[in-house]
């Protein structure tokens, strides 16, 4: 696919659905720590999503005919000097896990997961840790929502070379809710 041809496909994704930018609904601030953020819907018809995440974090989006992934990465010129990334895929397709080394259960979006995840070594004698969950059944079908948006998955992945710093992030990820 050309450079030109990806970028009409996110600048007619965040056209069409907005620009997934802060939400300031007054109910969702006190809720959890850090900036809220409305991701844009999968396609139209399909309701969005809401997260907060720590203040330090700044976010992207990649769009494709299948899939939508929200990224929400910290600066490189915040320390620590690795990037830690939050990355929300919602599509019919997700990939298998990387990993499955560790397992933690836990609840996003009011879904019972699974984390799965793992370390392993990275440059400069650092240590890459790696989590990830799959939420399944969160888009349900009401007759409002378009018909493939039963079958989409939200898969949540957490990576970087700070351990705390993941963990803080699979915590932010609990926060994942739909729009009211």
């Not at 203040?55 to 990224?71: M, N, Q, T, W």
């Not at 939050?86 to 984390?115: C, K």
Request: hydrophobic share 40%; charged share 20%; glycine share 8%.
């Amino acid at each position: 696919m050309t450079h030109t041809r990806v970028f009409c496909l996110v600048l007619a994704a965040l056209v069409t659905v907005g620009c997934g930018g802060s939400a300031t609904r007054p109910e969702d601030a006190g809720a959890w720590p850090g900036r809220v953020y409305r991701l844009p819907p999968w396609r139209s018809g399909v309701p969005a999503l809401l997260i907060n995440v720590p203040e330090a974090y700044g976010k992207g989006l990649r769009a494709e005919s299948s899939f939508l992934v929200h990224l929400f990465r910290r600066p490189p010129d915040a320390a620590p000097a690795d990037t830690a990334t939050l990355a929300i895929y919602v599509g019919l397709n997700p990939r298998d896990p990387r990993v499955e080394t560790i397992t933690e259960s836990t609840e996003i979006a009011g879904r019972n997961v699974s984390w799965v995840g793992g370390s392993w070594p990275a440059d400069r004698g650092r240590t890459m840790h790696h989590a990830e969950a799959y939420v399944r059944g969160l888009f349900r079908w009401p007759t409002t929502w378009r018909s493939d948006a039963q079958g989409l998955v939200v898969h949540v992945m957490a990576w970087g070379t700070d351990a705390a710093e993941v963990e803080r992030l699979m915590e932010a990820a609990k926060s994942l809710r739909l729009e009211p």
